[in-house]
Structure formats: structure tokens, C-alpha cells
């Protein structure tokens, strides 16, 4: 069946532009995470959605960064002015259900460059 | 949270079985052990994972210490396919939805 998917899988932005990251969890999941992993080291969590509802967003790195998932289904993670700091593989992840050892499934993530 | 502690690097012969270990000495009696692997360009994937007892699946086996103190993930015979960096991770059963604490993993590479 069909897995996680994001898009765009690459983007290359200039400093200051803000864009906007996609996100497509597995049909019926009702957990979803963003992750951000910069190169050469493991995924860092950025925040968690229960259906809609945002229920951790701890850790957001700033509040430029901001996450949404209107209906329940897809996400987007929006970056206003993006800093060169902020290039990174941005990946999400979703889960069936809510507890605390759900097997998360992963998508390919999306590979953010700032120039 | 509990941490893990894992080797940076590991190499291996193929067809030949690989051990990785992992420690996490301050472990809870609700963690569960983890291991996720992470191939190149692409997300990490659930590979296995285990409370106290010793686990087999289709892709690998985890051996868990008697303390729990340590565990270890085997990979029966190794291919060129499972060069990747491989997570050991504790999640909380007690919690809901537990975001993932990926530590650094250990990139094994493996020769041909």
C-alpha cells in the first residue's frame, strides 16, 4: 500500500524566502510527527499532531517555524524567512494509533537548502 | 529520558552475521527497546523491537540482557542492502504517542 509521502523532495531557497513543506501521512493514521535532520546526525523532533489537534510543539526551533493539519489528513510545515541554519531534511512520519510504541513509518523527507 | 548509548561505526563481511549493541544502563520498566535503521537518502524504518524477552522477525533478532541494561541487534546475514545507520531507541509504553529520541546510531558499512 501506499506509504508516507512528501513533497517537494528537494527545495533550495534563498535566505529570507519562507516555504511551505508537505507532508501526505498513510491513510486512517492518526498520529503525526516532523522531524528535522541535519546532516550527519539523527532525526530531532519537531512536533506532534493527534488528528488535527497540535498537541506538542516543543520542539519548534523558533517561531518562524509553524505546523498545521486542518482536517486530520495531510500537514504542511511552513518556514517564514528562512535562515542557512535552517537547511536540513525536514521527514515526516505517522502512526495508527496513540500510544506510546506505535511503529512510526517514515516518508523519504524533503531536503531544504538556503542560500 | 532514558538514553541510549551505541557504537559510531561498525563494519562487516556479507553473508556474514552482524551484532550491534547497545547499551542503556538507566532504563525504565516501561521502556521498550527499539531499533530503527535509516539506509541512505531515505527516512528510518522500524526494524524490530522487544520488552524483556528475545524477539526473531522477518529482518532481524534482538537479544535483550537478563538487566535490560543491554541489547543487542543481529543481523543473521548481512547483505549490501543493510548498510545504514541503525537507531536503538527506549519509548515509554506508559506514554501516548511518544515522539521518537534518535540518538546517533551506528553506521555499519558492509564488504563485499
Known amino acids: 500500500g501506499a506509504g508516507v509521502s512528501q513533497s517537494p523532495r528537494y527545495k533550495v531557497a534563498k535566505r529570507g524566502q519562507d516555504v511551505a513543506l508537505r507532508c501526505d501521512p498513510i491513510?486512517?493514521?492518526?498520529?503525526l510527527f516532523w522531524y528535522q535532520q541535519a546532516l550527519g546526525q539523527g532525526p530531532e523532533f519537531l512536533t506532534y499532531?493527534?488528528?488535527?489537534?497540535?498537541?506538542?510543539k516543543s520542539g519548534l526551533p523558533s517561531d518562524r517555524f509553524f505546523a498545521e493539519r486542518p482536517e486530520g489528513s495531510v500537514s504542511t510545515l511552513k518556514i517564514q524567512r528562512t535562515q542557512q541554519e535552517d537547511s536540513a531534511v525536514y521527514l515526516c512520519?505517522?502512526?495508527?494509533?496513540?500510544?506510546?510504541?506505535?511503529?512510526?513509518?517514515f516518508g523519504p523527507g524533503t531536503r531544504l537548502t538556503v542560500l | 529520558d532514558a538514553k541510549t548509548t551505541q557504537p559510531n561505526s561498525m563494519e562487516s563481511n556479507e553473508e556474514e552475521p552482524v551484532h550491534l549493541p547497545c547499551n542503556h544502563s538507566?532504563?525504565?520498566?516501561?521502556?521498550?527497546i527499539h531499533w530503527y535503521r535509516q539506509l541512505p537518502s531515505q527516512g528510518p524504518e522500524y526494524v524490530i523491537h522487544?520488552?524483556?524477552s528475545n524477539v526473531n522477525n522477518r529482518m532481524a533478532s534482538l537479544a535483550i540482557a537478563e538487566d535490560r541494561k543491554s541489547s543487542t541487534l543481529i543481523l543473521h546475514r548481512a547483505t549490501l542492502r543493510d548498510a545504514a545507520v541503525y537507531y536503538c531507541?527506549?519509548?515509554?509504553?506508559?506514554?501516548?504517542?511518544?515522539?521518537?529520541?534518535f540518538g546517533s546510531g551506528t553506521r555499519l558499512s558492509i564488504r563485499p
Open positions: 512520519a505517522s502512526s495508527l494509533a496513540m500510544t506510546g510504541t506505535d511503529t512510526q513509518y
Open positions: 491513510s486512517g493514521h492518526v498520529s
Open positions: 499532531f493527534q488528528n488535527e489537534a497540535q498537541l506538542d
Open positions: 538507566t532504563i525504565s520498566g516501561t521502556d521498550y
Open positions: 522487544g520488552l524483556t
Open positions: 531507541i527506549l519509548r515509554d509504553v506508559g506514554s501516548s504517542a511518544s515522539k521518537i529520541i
